[in-house]
T-cell receptor, first 114, second 113 residues
């Protein structure tokens, strides 16, 4: 398996633009997580899905952020409109069975909003 | 929710054992302790987990005290490639069915030659 695949690896966008981050989890994994990492706040869990259904979105910062998982092999995290404070590395992770081990993280998307 | 406390940084000589401590004094009886690490600019990587018995795998050993209020991750022969941020995590309950991993600040381990 190629692991968790995120795209793009880097994204530079202007303030106010819509940004869409993409994630392909490991085949067979039933949990998918979106994390955000900044120097100031560390790794923050934004939202996670179980069997494509959002379970906990309490970490989503505000209405500008939305996440979807239309099927078991694809998820998106959208920011609209983007702001400079959204600049961060966004990680997607997947796991099987909901246990705390065996989370596999993608390589991340480094987002810069100017 | 159980929380963990780790030292912000540690140094270790290459080839020596690295012992990374973690306090989790509010851990519940059925909560596991998980360790992940993050090498610069990569996503976190799972290392090991345990409930109350000591655990060992090809990467590391995990020693959990009898009262479960603290644990130590041991890298038996640290190499320069082990330089990373190490996270000790106790899973947090999230909703009726879910659990989630909440990452703290972790310990920056610097392995020096």
């Amino acid at each position: 398996d190629a692991g968790v695949i995120q795209s793009p690896r880097h994204e530079v966008t202007e303030m106010g633009q819509e940004v869409t981050l993409r994630c392909k989890p490991i085949s067979g994994h039933d949990y998918l997580f979106w994390y955000r990492q900044t120097m100031m706040r560390g790794l923050e869990l934004l939202i996670y899905f179980n069997n494509n259904v959002p379970i906990d979105d309490s970490g989503m910062p505000e209405d500008r952020f939305s996440a979807k998982m239309p099927n078991a092999s694809f998820s998106t995290l959208k920011i609209q409109p983007s702001e400079p404070r959204d600049s961060a590395v966004y990680f997607c992770a997947s796991s099987f069975g909901g246990s705390g081990y065996g989370y596999t993280f993608g390589s991340g998307t480094r987002l810069t909003v100017v | 929710d159980a929380k963990t406390t780790q030292p912000p940084s540690m140094d270790c000589a290459e080839g020596r054992a690295a012992n990374l401590p973690c306090n989790h004094s509010t851990i519940s009886g059925n909560e596991y302790v998980y360790w992940y690490r993050q090498i610069h600019s990569q996503g976190p990587q799972y290392i090991i987990h345990g409930l109350k018995n000591n655990e060992t795998n090809e990467m590391a050993s995990l020693i959990i005290t009898e009262d479960r209020k603290s644990s130590t991750l041991i890298l038996p022969h640290a190499t320069l490639r082990d330089t990373a941020v190490y996270y000790c995590i106790v899973r947090v309950r999230a909703g009726e069915y879910g659990n989630k991993l909440v990452f703290g600040a972790g310990t920056i381990l610097r392995v020096k030659s």
